[in-house]
Structure formats: structure tokens, C-alpha cells
């Protein structure tokens, strides 16, 4: 099983790209109903990853805070690439 190296970032722009396809005022019907399950199951999604960068900042600043000798590296999903 090979390893997803999404960012939270990357979270953002399908998010806001699922978005816009539901601005579409070309959708209806049929089409409308299943972007708006689509966005539902996405939010849902989304909400866990970000619950789960959300624990791995606490772990750092606890960490941090309490001197656990560690190289001070960032998780790869809380990672900021360049363009956001």
C-alpha cells in the first residue's frame, strides 16, 4: 500500500474546486444530486483529515513544549508548499 502524501493544502484546493463545480448552473437534476452527495462525502472526509492534522500540531506543541529531543520536522500533511 503505497503512502498518500497530501497536504492540508492539497485538502483546500479540492474542496473549494468541488465548490465551484457545484456554482455550475449548467448542473440539475440528476447531475445536481449526485455533486451535492459527492460534496457531502468530501466534507465528511475533510473533516477527519483536518481533525487529524488538528492532533498531529498538538502533538508537536506538546512536544515542544515539554523538550522531547526530536529533529524538528513538520508531518508531511501539515507541509506548506509553495503557490498557497
Known sequence: MSMV???LGDLNNHLFAQLEKLG????????LEAEIRRS???AK???????????QLKAMQHMDEYGY??????PEMLE???GI
Open 40 to 42: 457531502e462525502a468530501m
Open 5 to 7: 502524501k497530501n497536504t
Open 69 to 74: 529531543e526530536r529533529k524538528k520536522a513538520v
Open 24 to 31: 455550475d448552473d449548467d448542473l440539475k437534476g440528476d447531475e
Open 45 to 55: 472526509v475533510g473533516e477527519q483529515i483536518i481533525k487529524t492534522g488538528e492532533l
Open 80 to 82: 506548506v508548499r509553495g
